[in-house]
């Protein structure tokens, strides 16, 4: 049964940082791509950044490239949003979620395991 469990999220000013975490569990990651989504009131839900496993090179939304930093650690099997200079418009439920095809996409609906989203809250 895999499972990813976020944590991290809250409330930050603007200009803030926080740093989400994704653990995953209930088989080997190291063949998939792990990324990172969110969702904010009455949005569709949006990439946002995403990498392999096994590593090698990230991704990132133009919204949040050069702020956000994705990274992973194998031992802990978890997966990490860094979120630095925060905006407003950042605001959002963030999701973790991996894709077994290691596909690299970006598109929300070829990702097989999602979890339950930890809300980041960003004020002006």
């Known amino acids: 049964q895999v499972q990813l469990v976020e944590s991290g999220g809250g409330l930050v000013q603007a200009g803030g940082s926080l740093r989400l975490s994704c653990a995953a569990s209930?088989?080997?990651?190291?063949?998939?791509?792990m990324g990172w989504f969110r969702q904010a009131p009455g949005k569709e839900r949006e990439f946002v950044a995403n990498?392999?496993?096994?590593?090698?090179?990230?991704y990132y939304a133009d919204s949040v490239k050069g702020r956000f930093t994705i990274s992973r650690d194998n031992a802990k099997n978890t997966v990490y949003l860094q979120m630095n200079s925060l905006k407003p418009e950042d605001t959002a439920v963030y999701y973790c979620?991996?894709?077994?095809?290691?596909?690299?996409?970006?598109?929300?609906?070829?990702?097989?395991?999602w979890g339950q989203g930890t809300q980041v809250t960003v004020s002006s």
């Open positions: 990498m392999r496993w096994s590593g090698g090179s990230t």
């Open positions: 209930g088989r080997a990651f190291s063949g998939y791509v």
């Open positions: 979620a991996a894709d077994r095809r290691a596909s690299l996409t970006t598109a929300v609906r070829l990702y097989d395991y």
